[in-house]
T-cell receptor, first 115, second 111 residues
Framework: DSGVTQTPKHLITATGQRVTLRCSPR?????VYWYQQSLDQGLQFLIQ???????AKGNILERFSAQQFPDLHSELNLSSLELGDSALYFC??????????????FGEGSRLTVL | LAKTTQPISMDSYEGQEVNITCSHN???????ITWYQQFPSQGPRFIIQ???TKVTNEVASLFIPADRKSSTLSLPRVSLSDTAVYYC????????????FGRGTSLIVHP
């Protein structure tokens, strides 16, 4: 158990819909990272938050957005869903803003299926 | 950021030692080398990290030659449960860094 909690574990929805994925980082971790993993793309970095502020953006679509709340949990919002958005979405947390010698702790992921 | 290159896949048998080599020719002086393991439908898990020479823990060993242009993750006496994808990352110290995982090496352990 990494200490990172993601909900829901599985989600099935239709194209055009909007979903919200939630992540609770390890106790005390200030950094939250979101990754998308699909069969053909590998593990892709989406966005990072540190103590409530956006710190880095990766290949995140404009239809996707995220935020980190004062209690440090984070939500990833995916809207106007397309079939290609079907993937595993992972949240990870770390104690520091950037990984120097620290490690990244991943949740078990949220599997999104868009029909 | 240093680019890493590792084999796409490897096959082994139970009880054998497995060595996965990662090439990182343009590694910087302050870069550390980190390996993660990912089982199907699970998030990656930190295995080991090192800067130079050899690091060993209860899971694996990491060998880093003097020039640090490559590193080798060694898994002793693998079992079926070691079937996973293994990622090599090079992490600079200082400032912000976003872990980039690439495709990793898919290790399949056969009975």
């Amino acid at each position: 158990d990494s200490g990172v909690t993601q909900t829901p574990k599985h989600l099935i929805t239709a194209t055009g819909q909007r979903v919200t994925l939630r992540c609770s980082p390890r106790s005390g971790d200030l950094s939250v990272y979101w990754y998308q993993q699909s069969l053909d793309q590998g593990l892709q970095f989406l966005i990072q938050y540190y103590n409530g502020e956006e710190r880095a953006k990766g290949n995140i679509l404009e239809r996707f957005s995220a935020q980190q709340f004062p209690d440090l949990h984070s939500e990833l919002n995916l809207s106007s869903l397309e079939l290609g958005d079907s993937a595993l979405y992972f949240c990870a947390s770390s104690a520091v803003q950037g990984l120097n010698t620290g490690e990244l702790f991943f949740g078990e992921g949220s599997r999104l299926t868009v029909l | 950021l240093a680019k890493t290159t590792q084999p796409i896949s490897m096959d082994s048998y139970e009880g054998q030692e497995v060595n996965i080599t990662c090439s990182h020719n343009n590694i910087a002086t302050n870069d550390y080398i980190t390996w993660y393991q990912q089982f199907p439908s699970q998030g990656p898990r930190f295995i080991i990290q090192g800067y130079k020479t050899k690091v060993t823990n209860e899971v694996a060993s990491l060998f880093i030659p003097a020039d640090r242009k490559s590193s080798t993750l060694s898994l002793p006496r693998v079992s079926l449960s070691d079937t996973a994808v293994y990622y090599c990352l090079v992490a600079p110290s200082g400032g912000s860094y976003i872990p980039t995982f690439g495709r990793g090496t898919s290790l399949i352990v056969h009975p």
